[in-house]
């Protein structure tokens, strides 16, 4: 990724917008068929580098989930004037992959269990 990150800033004639992006985090502690489980902390947050023209940083926040990313850049580079969507997060089954769980506000909660057990340290 350094690489090809390199080479664009090396190359670009304008400006880049450059978003590297993971869909999650470690699964270390994640159990497929069980949300009780799973330590939502650790699965929940994921990788998100911008390089942006300097007209977008400040429009970046640290809760922002990926449903804003693209729209945060958009209104701020091109101004696309979208309106900015909840940053909720989501959690389903292996074995029920579309029944979807809100687990926003649930993520260090889900650590408690996994804590007490002594599987994982105490934050």
Do not use: K
Not at 34 to 63: F, K
Request: one cysteine or more; glycine letters at 8%.
């Amino acid at each position: 990724m350094q690489e090809i990150v390199d080479a664009i800033l090396e190359q670009a004639e304008t400006p880049p917008v450059i978003l590297i992006q993971g869909d999650h985090g470690p699964g270390s502690l994640l159990n497929f068929g069980d949300i009780n489980g799973t330590c939502l902390r650790e699965r929940v947050p994921i990788l998100s580098a911008y390089y942006l023209p300097s007209s977008g940083i400040e429009q970046l926040y640290a809760s922002i989930s990926p449903v804003n990313s693209f729209r945060v850049v958009f209104n701020s580079v091109f101004g696309a004037g979208l309106q900015l969507l909840p940053d909720r997060s989501y959690y389903s089954t292996w074995s029920n992959p579309y029944t979807f769980a809100d687990v926003t506000n649930d993520t260090d909660q889900s650590c408690e269990s996994l804590e007490s057990a002594g599987a994982i340290p105490s934050r």
